[in-house]
């Protein structure tokens, strides 16, 4: 018999560090430990030991016989959101170094006289130009000035930058003045973190790539000396496979790459999730998903299509431009912690504003005094005031309520009609947020189910899915540790991107060819995963395409079954660009001449899902698993009625639960609505089916 | 109060006017609408009553609604389901003739009840220069093609005839073409969003949404007014013009107009009396009345957002629209006979308007952050006439520094007028116009006072490839506060033609307006966009406190 070995995936969010183990013999386990905030790396060795007690070894033995680990970390977000970055200088072509300052002219809210001005990641006197001047087609029409950047260099060096940005006018197709830039740098300061245009993302428009490329310089030293922290300590511990993380895009890298394009790594964590739930969308057969991540203070919605997470180059994160494509997570404030209060009209709002983990809702018994989501979720029954986090947690409800009556007065409510008002507001922001994300971009939402994760959101999930006519939530077995779950479950992948425009009608096959060749082999290059594995290289390839005249792109799959892209295949992808313009926009022009403006490409190492554990399906009646009733609020009867409580760990496959109901897990707790029922399947997730009609 | 159920209906409604948005910003050719964001959605109910709408451009705040109801009138008795109307004369409710209006009637059950509509800037429509922004202008067939409103679709049927006019009177045909799709596009699916809306809440409960929000909003604007004063306040501003004067017209015979105004402030509404201001103009400066009601309802609006608990103005609903009230005399500068040009109306005599009643309100106690400080400048360029391939561009290469306001330090460009993105010099120099060589914030036009407004910022670009003729205009003078004419802020914008010979030195000073200038393939434009002032409050503003404020610093 073979020896076992393990693959960890790791994700540190803000109050918990998770933790998925597979072995080789397919056992699955998972713990929780809370997230130590200013070494991230030691929540993840606590966590490591918790997860090699599990398995009855000691850390050591545990590690030398983990192969490999993926990380999802929220080091570069925090560091982005919390302006914690490095001290870092941008050098730009001379007379715009103000370009990441001017932000195209962007203002988030124009009315709003109170917004304050973006924080300077890069303050002015450390924005310096160079004398150089390339314009389109790579031609250099000025020289670069090397005294001048090597004096600039100096001036930066002097101020004490930690990183350096560089960003030149069209580098994409003229890399050689930010390399030669580069070159300087390295001679003076080898020490300090580069991030240069041309690499992180070579593409055109200048504001987006200066803006991604000085985010990269900002995070980056950060987030490499967390990874070599964290990889010395796993070493020193015993561990000899290798490390990945998370990227936004919704792949694992080599740690060294993530270091060195930080900036992909910005939604490492929620990115986890969004895999997870694409995988365990084939697992239950349902490959059209929207994904709901309810937390404690926001709520992040994704949508997957055919199995595939939709990607997005449009993000902004801490008000900067990030137009690297990532998974296209959208968040609203909207979660547990919500705070609902009244406008001066007498209106109630649930959000933006959050109590937070501290004090947390009135409930938590830490001070807090206004009405949370939480608060209102425990006063409608939906949640056990003793089973709380599987009980760690001792829930107030005395202070919910007053609380709750804060506002229930104010708007001639009694106290179950106010939490049921901020629960209806709450569930509406959040549909509103999901047809955001659907119906925006041309998306049907009743062509998806609905898969609800984080602690409240399979209380919330039923009314929503209601709203949008949805008619299957999948609640998955391991949704409370699932961005974890999801890096185990990640591909190696890297994208490219490089700038191509060119009218469709002129394209060269040849050259398209060429340049897909060559991104091809540049990111083979940054998978480094050796010649014997390049055979099991996958590759998806993209344009970016509009309409002439047009100023904003569309992304759309090259349609090609072999490496090389035929005039078919061109065709195709063509008609595929008009269907998905007319898709998103309501109408489309098929004798209207199209151009190319970027090439993007996908490659992947796919990596051997673990095989889930299951069970037979068994008998349909729940009854062994009943816990009792308790008095739960439903919008349907507009009254308390006593409903039949379930005890999520004794459910096991097969069991149908009819709503209304509640299942309580240690992790969450699912609301079946009436007109719906619950169903566990073989690998433990549950699939609550709607009946059309009618609202809840 | 407003109850749950009318809140969530109405998310839902509010909904329907952004995607319609999203739809004209994605799909515009024009960089009129993908980057200016020159459009605004709406919905409106069966009595032409504003519904929701969108504020991408908050010029058209009053512009929409007051040409969809022009369109209604015109058609009186005549309006159809499948119908589309289309206009964009400044004298049906508009503002200048670049601005198409579509209105798209919808029938439920035989009635019409709920419906959207839209503005958004055309190319060019005809007139004397491309793109309808003509500084000479006295009259409004020099700036364009005057569309009374005109059915585009009959009963469902497209009217090939007027289309083809409409495109026959463009020098960019392609992309008007483009614009007007975008527009039906962006209709229809609103269209579709009321029916599913309609048909999931069916339109009675709509309705009573509708009702419910506009009694919510009348809430809203009379708790953030009930500190104004009442009274009656005046304020006055000079408007200047470089225009050429055709002689014996009926304009004032020079180059300066007079502004005046009386405000009447009472808790949640307020008059506005333009008795007094002069004559329109013999030139291109003119505001019609749905511009002046725009301008006027702007201050409103950033007062009560700046007023109210959350920071966030009350909904735009026909509640706020018809809470101002404005008595403008007919033929004066801010409601024109229909013979008057109009091409500059919204962002000259527009933020007069707007500042002169910012003033005004200051004196009731209304702090509004100061408009009138951020002063724009207008560029189009364009070819010689006959000369092939037509060149016409308008690009936003920057913009004036916001000014500060009573809470915080001006930012970025002024948006509250404003929603433009600046073009990308990548994108710019591929199209092989212009090469932009310097884009910098001007620190030294930031004033030093209490609160500092946004930095200017300058800009170099070359013409490149055929020679271009140049239209530009910027106010340099003329602060909505009973000024002289004089710019002491330091904040005006500056505009430079550099010959070849003359790079690296002064060049050639622009004042204030050029008309079809030609500038050769190799000379530069310095175009210095000025900061916001320093923020004072408005009802203490005069020229000696807003220098002091502003100070330049170095």
Redesign the interface.
Known sequence: MSEITFTVGVDVGGTFTDLVCVGSDGSLRSVKTPTVAEQQAEGVLNGIERIARLHDMETASFLGKTRIILHGTTVATNTLLEYSGAKTGLLTTK?????L???????ES?????????YQIVP?ELRLGVPERV??GGEVLEALDTAAAEEAIDRLLDAGVQALAVCL??SFEYPDHEQSIAEIIRGKAPEVFLSLSCEVLPQ????ERVSTTTVNAYVGPIMQRYLDSLARRLQESGFAGRLYVMHSGGGVQSAAQAAKFAVGGLLSGPAGAVIGASRIGEQVDTTNLITVDMGGTSYDVAVIRGGEPTVTTESWISRYRIAVPMLDIHTIGAGGGSIAWL??????HVGPRSAGSSPGPACYGRGGAEPTVTDADLLLGYIDPDYFLGGEIRLDVQAAENAMDRIAGP??LSRAEAAH?VF??VN??MA?AI??VT??RGIDPREHALMALGGAGAIHAGPQAEDLEITTIVVPRYSSVFSALGDVLADLKVSEVRTF?TPVEKLELEELNARFEAMRASAAARLDIGKEAEGRLVARRFVEMR??????ELTVRVRSRTRRITELNVAATLKDFHDL?EQ????K?PD?PVELLNLRLELALPRKPPDFPTRAFGNEDPSPAARGTRRVYFGAYEEFRETPVFDGTALVPGNLVAGPAIIDRPDTTLVVYPRQEALIDQYGNCIIELQRNGRG | ??S?DA??IF??LR?IPQ?MG??L???????FV??DRLFAAALFDGDQRLVSQT?DD?FQMATLRESVRAAFDYFLFDVQDGDVIVLNDSFFGGSDLTMLTVVFPLFIEGELRLFPGLRLRLDDLAGEHPGGFHPGAFEPWQEGLRLTPLKLYRRGVLQEDILRKILANSRTP??VD?SV??G???C??GAE?VRKTVGEYGIERVLRAINAVGS?????IA??SEGWLPGSYRSSCTVHYGAPLPTGDAGTGSGVVRLELTVGPQPGAFLVDFEGTDPQAPAFINSPLGQTRTSVLLPF??AL??E???????ELTETLLSSVEVRAPRGSLVNPRPRAATGWCASHVGAQISGAVAAALGHAGVHV?FFASTRDLRLTLFSRPGKLPLLFDSP?F??PG?AA?????G???G??T?????V????T??R?QY?I?????L?DRRGKGTRRG?PG?RV?MEILGQERLMNLAFDAAGAADGGNGEDPLGTAPSVVVQQREQRGADGDRVDHWRVAQPLAPGERLVLEYGGGSGWVDSAEQTHGNQADETEPTT
């Open positions: 007379g715009f170094r103000d370009e300052e001017f932000r195209r002219g962007y203002k124009v009315f709003d006289v109170r917004l304050p001005r973006p002015r314009t389109t006018f069209f055109i428009r200048e504001y406008d001066d009209g007498g209106a109630l708007l001639g008002a209806r507001i509406n922001n509103n047809q955001y119906t925006q425009i309409y002439v005249g047009e100023v904003h313009h998103r926009f309501a109408h022009a209207q | 109060m407003i749950v809140q969530i998310s839902r909904f995607r999203a739809v910003l994605n799909t515009a050719r024009s960089p993908s980057e504020l908050p392609e992309r483009w799709r975008a039906l596009a962006a229809r699916l969003d919510w909003t009348k809430e809203r708790s953030s609006y950033c957002a700046a109210s608990g959350d920071g966030q103005p009350p952050p936003t920057g913009a916001a306001s009573r809470f915080h330090e930012w970025g460009n948006g509250v404003s929603n433009r993105r600046f990308s010099v990548e994108e120099e591929r092989g090469r060589h310097e884009r910098t914030l620190e946004g910022m170099v």
